[in-house]
Structure formats: structure tokens, C-alpha cells
């Protein structure tokens, strides 16, 4: 069982669109983070929210951390083929020093 | 500035041989961590270090070894390589404690025969 779901699992979407990828536990996380992964290559940070109900925003994409500091969401604007990739969230537990990684979401984005 | 990088990229072993992976980080970040990648179980824990010669495990440390003589350094030694150890592996390093910016290395796919 994996301490941070996120759905959807996959998503195809065309150029243009927008969409939502949600990342769920039922365990507080002192911090939240979103990281991308191309094919072949390490995941790399986007984004670190700390603060229950936090919102960021990088250029199209927009970060939220749940009240509650359980749930994150990232939020795609006018998705383009150079946003296709895994998207993966993260988080420090609040107690203790583990790290986990939330189950991923593949994001194909089509012209 | 190589930033952090792991060798092998590939490596192909038998079962019960001893193989270590290594990784490397020249950014002198206190944090260090191991990582494998399996597809339906995304990335988990195996090892990390908070600085030198201070390591604990992670949610998989089992069949693993790790160490950690000096700060640019990460080691992670399969004792005894299994076909359930077949998988990317990824080193990563983090400046410093929670929340853990951490980056990563190009990773290590093994594969156990």
C-alpha cells in the first residue's frame, strides 16, 4: 500500500487543455513536493509547498497543499507537448525522517 | 560541474554475486539518498545518510548495504544480488534536511539474471 496515492494514473490529453493531478494520503506530511521525470532520466523538483493550504504558481502550473497538509494538487494550464512526462508528488513525514513518493502520474500531452 | 552522477548506467549480474552502485555529488549537500524504481510501485526509500558516516534505512533497506567515509559519496552494495532487486536505481542529494529539495542522478538500470 503506497502512503501517497495520486490520480489520475495516466492522461491523455490534447494540446491546449487543461487538467488536474491529485495526490492523496491519509497521513499529515510536514512538506509536500512535485517532481517531473522524462524517460531515461531522474525525477527533478518543481515545486515544495510547506504550509496547509498553500498555493504556488510556476508560469502555467499551479501548486496546491491541502488544508490539512494530507492532499496536494497540481493544476496544468493550456497543457503543451513539452508538459508530457511522470509527474510525481512527495513528502517528509511530520514525525520521523522517511520520505515517500506518491505512485505517479504519466501525462501525455498531444499536438 | 558534473552536479551528481552514478555508475554504472547498466550493469547485468547473476544471482548471489555482489554488485555496488555508486554515486557521487559535488555539490558537498549533507543529504544523500538511494532509491529504486519499479513500475506500480514508483520510487521507494532504500537507504539515506544525513552526513558523513551517519546512514538509516528507508521502506525497502532489505538485502542492501550502504556507507558513507566521505560527504561526495554514496555507495549501495547488493550482498547478494537477487532477480527481485531488477530495477532503475536512483541516487539523490539534498542540501539539507526536511523538506529534502533533493536532486538526482541519471540512474543505475540493473538487471539481476
Known amino acids: 500500500t503506497q502512503l501517497l496515492e495520486q490520480s489520475p494514473q495516466f492522461l491523455s490529453i490534447q494540446e491546449g487543455e487543461n487538467l488536474t493531478v491529485y495526490c492523496n494520503s491519509s497521513s499529515v506530511f510536514s512538506s509536500l513536493q512535485w517532481y517531473r521525470q522524462e524517460p531515461g532520466e531522474g525525477p527533478v523538483l518543481l515545486v515544495t509547498v510547506v504550509t496547509g493550504g498553500e498555493v504556488k504558481k510556476l508560469k502555467r502550473l499551479t501548486f496546491q497543499f491541502g488544508d490539512a497538509r494530507k492532499d496536494s494538487s497540481l493544476h496544468i494550464t493550456a497543457a503543451q507537448p513539452g508538459d508530457t512526462g511522470l509527474y510525481l508528488c512527495?513528502?517528509?513525514?511530520?514525525?520521523?525522517?522517511?520520505?515517500?513518493f506518491g505512485t505517479g502520474t504519466s501525462l501525455t500531452v498531444i499536438p | 560541474d558534473a552536479g551528481i552522477t552514478q555508475s554504472p548506467r547498466y550493469k547485468i549480474t547473476e544471482t548471489g554475486r555482489q554488485v555496488t552502485l555508486m554515486c557521487h555529488q559535488t555539490w558537498s549537500h549533507s543529504y544523500m539518498f538511494w532509491y529504486r524504481q519499479d513500475l506500480g510501485h514508483g520510487l521507494r526509500l532504500i537507504y539515506y545518510?544525513?552526513?558523513?558516516?551517519?546512514?538509516d534505512k528507508g521502506e525497502v533497506p532489505d538485502g542492501y548495504v550502504v556507507s558513507r567515509s566521505k560527504t561526495e559519496n554514496f555507495p549501495l552494495t547488493l550482498e547478494s544480488a537477487t532477480r527481485s532487486q531488477t530495477s532503475v536505481y536512483f541516487c539523490a542529494s539534498s542540501e539539507g534536511g526536511p523538506p529534502y529539495e533533493q536532486y538526482f542522478g541519471p540512474g543505475t538500470r540493473l538487471t539481476v539474471t
Open positions: 545518510s544525513a552526513a558523513a558516516d551517519i546512514t
Open positions: 512527495a513528502g517528509a513525514m511530520i514525525t520521523g525522517n522517511q520520505f515517500y
